[in-house]
């Protein structure tokens, strides 16, 4: 059998100080504001929406182009 990493009376001081950790980090984040998240915001759905209306008209040119060859 394996031995286990940490013995039981580790895990609890290795946990905390864990999490201490994870809230050091993220006390250093520079957190976006408002106007910048609404901005980049838009820009994804923009983005998104442009790529899938290029692939559609892609699909659909590759099906038409498809059925001319197959003659289905």
Same mark, same amino acid.
């Given at each position: 059998?394996?031995?286990?990493?940490? #013995?039981? /009376?580790?895990?609890?001081?290795?946990?905390?100080?864990? &999490?201490? @950790? &994870?809230? #050091? @980090?993220?006390?250093?984040?520079?957190?976006?504001?408002?106007? @910048?998240?609404?901005?980049?915001?838009?820009m994804v759905i923009v983005i998104a929406g442009?790529? /899938?209306?290029?692939?559609?008209? #892609?699909?659909? /040119?590759?099906?038409?182009f498809m059925q001319l060859i197959i003659g /289905?």
């Amino acid at each position: 059998m394996a031995k286990p990493t940490f #013995a039981m /009376g580790q895990i609890i001081p290795w946990f905390r100080r864990y &999490i201490g @950790e &994870i809230a #050091a @980090e993220l006390k250093k984040v520079v957190w976006p504001t408002r106007a @910048e998240t609404r901005r980049l915001t838009i820009m994804v759905i923009v983005i998104a929406g442009t790529v /899938g209306i290029f692939l559609g008209i #892609a699909d659909y /040119g590759f099906t038409r182009f498809m059925q001319l060859i197959i003659g /289905g």
